[in-house]
């Protein structure tokens, strides 16, 4: 894995975390499986992040000199889904439900970030 964070300084001076951390839009996921014999061939390691979508807008536009850049296309939308599928399972070990549980999604976060003590009840 290869990430970033970023970080800020409150209104005391404190270091703090201002942004999302370790997913694939933040990280870089490889899978380790692939890593030696693709390697060994001079290929990347299979990536199961949004760098295929990155790569397909440097190919496609100019995303820094573009105040407009072209729709990606459906099947780069759903093999982006499908790769942030398999990285959720990969992680949590968990099949991914979609729809989830039948709930706004606001009361769905909160509960999500409740559930994990990221704050309090």
């Not at 409150?10 to 380790?32: F, N």
């Not at 390697?39 to 407009?68: C, H, T």
């Not at 780069?76 to 889904?81: F, N, P, R, Y």
């Amino acid at each position: 894995m290869d990430t970033k964070y970023e970080m800020g300084r409150d209104a005391d001076g404190q270091i703090i975390l201002i942004d999302e951390i370790h997913t694939p839009d933040s990280s870089r996921y490889w899978l380790a499986s692939s890593y030696t014999e693709r390697f060994e061939s001079g290929l990347a390691p299979v990536m199961i992040d949004k760098e295929v979508l990155r790569n397909w807008y440097n190919k496609n536009s100019d995303p820094y000199k573009q105040e407009i850049l072209p729709e990606a296309p459906d099947d780069l939308k759903i093999l982006l889904s499908q790769r942030y599928i398999q990285l959720y399972e990969l992680i949590t070990g968990q099949n991914f439900i979609y729809p989830p549980e039948d709930m706004p999604i606001k009361q769905r976060l909160l509960s999500n970030i409740t559930n994990c003590k990221l704050i309090p009840k």
